[in-house]
T-cell receptor, first 114, second 112 residues
């Protein structure tokens, strides 16, 4: 039961470096999400996708990019890392529906930008 | 846009005491509401969800939540806290069926 898998689990980046956070799910879910979690702030939606080839911005998209070439994968790209992007990142997936379907989460990627 | 507000960033209870975690939603129509739990260094796990089938929703680990339209609330309760309930709890809403928005979270501490 893999579910939603995120890699890497931890990463330290220098300011200005770029990286891709990987996310893959094996539940054939159409919907996928990226969130960031900061202390006391809950989870903020960065980007989401309702299917392959379709992505949309969430609450805090600046500094990030995504792509969705397959149903399974939804990578998150940081082009020029900044200290403000130090956070824990969660990927999630869900079945489409009328809104009553829950999201399934990965274990998270802890990113530090120094 | 629909959102949720969790009252109290930290709640501390004694083992065996009632757990009450508060969540209010802003919506003109009854939304789809969820409670998630996050244990240290882990992802989020669904506790329960409200989908309009019943106002009292039972979840895992003895938790339940009651949807009250008149109060726009969806508070999470558990009659008797266990040490293993110590975690962070998030209330969430799906505004459009596409995305999911979370509250700021409530950290529950259980004292022996």
């Amino acid at each position: 039961n893999a579910g939603v898998t995120q890699t890497p689990k931890f990463r330290i980046l220098k300011i200005g470096q770029s990286m891709t956070l990987q996310c893959t799910q094996d539940m054939n879910h159409n919907y996928m999400y990226w969130y960031r979690q900061d202390p006391g702030m809950g989870l903020k939606l960065i980007y989401y996708s309702v299917g392959a080839g379709i992505t949309d911005k969430g609450e805090v998209p600046n500094g990030y990019n995504v792509s969705r070439s397959t149903t399974e994968d939804f990578p998150l790209r940081l082009e020029l890392a900044a200290p403000s992007q130090t956070s824990v990142y969660f990927c999630a997936s869900a079945e489409p529906g009328t809104g009553d379907t829950e999201a399934f989460f990965g274990q998270g990627t802890r990113l530090t930008v120094v | 846009a629909q959102s949720v507000t969790q009252l109290g960033s930290h709640v501390s209870v004694s083992e065996g005491a009632l757990v009450l975690l508060r969540c209010n939603y802003s919506s003109s129509v009854p939304p789809y509401l969820f409670w998630y739990v996050q244990y240290p260094n882990q992802g989020l796990q669904l506790l329960l969800k409200y989908t309009s089938a019943a106002t009292l929703v039972k979840g895992i680990n003895g938790f339940e939540a009651e949807f009250k339209k008149s109060e726009t609330s969806f508070h999470l309760t558990k009659p008797s806290a266990h040490m293993s309930d110590a975690a962070e709890y998030f209330c969430a809403v799906r505004p459009s069926g596409n995305d999911m928005r979370f509250g700021a979270g409530t950290r529950l501490t259980v004292k022996p």
